[in-house]
Every structure is written in C-alpha cells, then in structure tokens.
C-alpha cells in the first residue's frame, strides 16, 4: 500500500478581491470597450470565485513584455513556492529532504529546464541520487494523476519516501491581445498554487508521528476520452500559452464521469454510497454541478470543493490537491472510510484516485 504521509498547499502571498482582478483584465485587454468590459464582469461574477492570489503584485502584469518574461517570472517564483510547499509537507509528515527517494513534479503553465524539481533539489536538501520524475501537459487532472502515478513507484516498494509537486502559476499564462470568450471566462477562474504530497511505503508508514488514521491509496483509474482534444488546453505561439477552453466540458463530465467512477469502485466490490469523502478539482461552477448531478451528491459533500474555488479560483493541477488537504484538516476520517479523489483536464480526460483511511 501508498500511504499519504502529509499535504500541504502554499500560495503566492498577493491577494485580491475578484471585482479588482475584473476590473484590472478589462483595463489591459478591452480598453475603451464597455460593452465587453460589461460582458467579462459577468464571466467573472458567475464564476464562484471571490478570491485569488497571483505570482506577482497585480501592478507587474502590466509591465511584462511577451512569453520570455512571463516565463522567467514564472522560474522565480514556481521556485520559492515549490521549495516551501515540498519542505512544508516533509516537516509535516516528521520527514527530512534527504529521507526523500523519489520527487514527481507536475505543471502546465510554464517551461522549465532544467525541470523544477532539480531546481529545488540542492536548495532544499534533496539528495544527488533522488529519482526525478518532472510531467508537463496534464494540467487539471495531474493533480489527482500525480497520486496515481506515486502509487505505481511507490506501492511495490516498502520503505520509499516519494513527494508529489504540483506549482501553477496560471496568472503568467495572462495573453492581453486574447478578446475570446474563453479568455473572457479563464481570466475570472485560474489562479496561482502550488502543493506538495508526501507519500510512504509500508515499512516507512510505520515510522510516521502518530495520529488519527491517514489515506492509503488503494487504486486509481485514468480514462482518455475520444475526440476531445481540443476541449481543454493550451495553444502555443510567439506570445506564450493561450487558453483552449471549450463549453463542451459540463457535457462531458456528464457524458463520462459516472462510468467511470462505478468502473473504480466496482473493481472493489463498492458502490457510490460507500464514499465517505468525495475529493473533487473545482473545474467552476457548471463542472462541479455537473459531478453532483451524474453522481447523486448533495451540496454538502462537495462543499470543500466550492469553499475552494471561492477563496482560491481554480489552481490547475493544484487545486485538487488544495482540497485534499482542506478535506484533512477540516473533515478527519474514521478508520475504514473510502473516499474517491477526482480531476479532469486536457486530452480531454479524467484521473480517479480510491482511498482508504
């Protein structure tokens, strides 16, 4: 078994109120355009989020000139952010930097090589024969991904110590010449995170500081669906990364979701009232509604997710993991409680992830 050690999700320290980032987005893409200017607000006012926080002070966005800035903003910070959320989440689970065997990191948002685990490895502690597993692309869904994968390096090896690295910074993918509907909707819904998971074979389970029971990953389930590649993503250009963002997406999780997550919890003899705790990205406001109608569930059992998306946005491959980590700290598990930890994202494709604590 892969036991979940610790997480811990860490954010850039520049706050603001959404009616502020509205207002600042239609200043720099729809000057003199009150008609969109009008649209956008409520894009962004339909979109559940009332808070997010930014790599850099809002000011600064204005000053950056083309991809090469964004990206060397985006090595800067993705650096410190990563840095903290990997030392956090090891203090957390009574670990140190050198203890850990194994580092998987996850983005989308920006380019880096080297990647950023070998960025952080010598200034955190890590040590020079650390396996290194850096993924670039999966965006929403290598959150919930990231575990899975964790799993498969970690299950068969019973004293491993593995971290999981999610940063996005999605504010510096911001494209000002971009007047779509997509940008529209994205630039009221993403924000900037990062987390880390630490996750232990058997043997260094038994090490671990004691407390309440901890999730053990029991199995996870990845379904790319067909003919849906360009409903979610990023198209790359002389300016850096500009939103793909399709209104298909409800559909889809509508279309898929339920197969799949019976097709999990089948394998195990399980159905979906069996789930005590339900660990879902918050894709916004119609994505989530979607997941708990196809599902059967009820406001409260998504609550963590929507609380999420308000007091956050939306974090890319981090947000999933922020709701993982609100969901210990506020709703502990009894021993034996399932819990299904899920994302969606570009392919267009979903990660499913069983729990046990």
């Known amino acids: 078994m892969t036991t979940i050690a610790a997480v811990r999700a860490v954010l850039p320290e520049h ?17 003199g355009n009150a008609r969109a200017h009008e649209l956008t607000a409520r894009f962004h006012a339909n979109s559940g989020v009332v808070t997010r926080h930014l790599a850099l002070p809002m000011t600064e966005y204005r000053e950056l000139a083309g991809f090469t800035a964004a990206n060397d903003a985006f090595l800067r910070v993705a650096v410190e952010l990563g840095s903290r ?15 850990v065997d194994t580092i998987v990191s996850v983005t989308t948002t920006g380019l880096a090589v080297p990647s950023l685990d070998a960025r952080i490895a010598a200034r955190i502690g890590l040590r020079p024969d650390v396996k290194r597993l850096p993924v670039v692309g999966l965006g929403c869904l290598a959150g919930a991904a990231g ?54 074979g058997d043997e260094r389970a038994r090490d671990l500081p004691a407390g309440g029971p901890r999730p053990v990953v029991v199995d996870s389930l990845s379904h790319l669906y067909p003919g849906t590649d360009r409903a979610m993503g ?32 089948d394998r195990h003899g399980l159905t979906i009232g069996d789930v005590a705790r339900w660990i879902s990205h918050p894709g916004g406001p119609k994505v989530i509604e979607a997941i708990e109608a196809v ?19 939306n974090l890319s491959s981090a947000s999933v993991l922020h709701v993982f980590a609100d969901t210990l700290a506020r709703r502990p598990a009894a021993a034996g409680d399932w819990g299904v930890l899920m994302a969606m994202g570009p392919g267009f494709a979903a990660e499913l992830v069983l729990l046990r604590w």
Request: proline share 4%; aromatic share 6%; with cysteine.
């Open 295 to 313: 599902l059967g569930l009820d406001r409260h059992e998504l609550q963590l997710t929507w609380d999420s998306l308000a007091n956050v946005g």
């Open 15 to 31: 706050a603001y109120p959404q009616d502020q980032l509205t207002d600042e987005f239609a200043r720099l893409v729809l000057p």
């Open 147 to 200: 575990i899975g994968r964790v799993h498969d390096l970690v299950h068969a090896t019973p004293d491993a110590v593995a971290v999981l690295l999610s940063v996005e910074l999605c504010s510096l993918t911001f494209q000002r010449d971009d007047r779509s509907a997509a940008n529209m909707v994205a630039s009221g819904l993403f924000a900037d995170g990062a987390a880390a998971v630490v996750a232990v």
């Open 85 to 99: 959320a990997v030392v956090e989440a090891l203090a957390d689970a009574g670990l140190e930097p050198a203890d």
């Open 234 to 265: 990023f198209d790359v250009g002389d300016t850096g990364l500009r939103i793909v963002l399709g209104a298909e997406v409800p559909d889809l999780v509508r279309g898929y979701l339920a197969d799949d997550v019976k097709a999990l919890l």
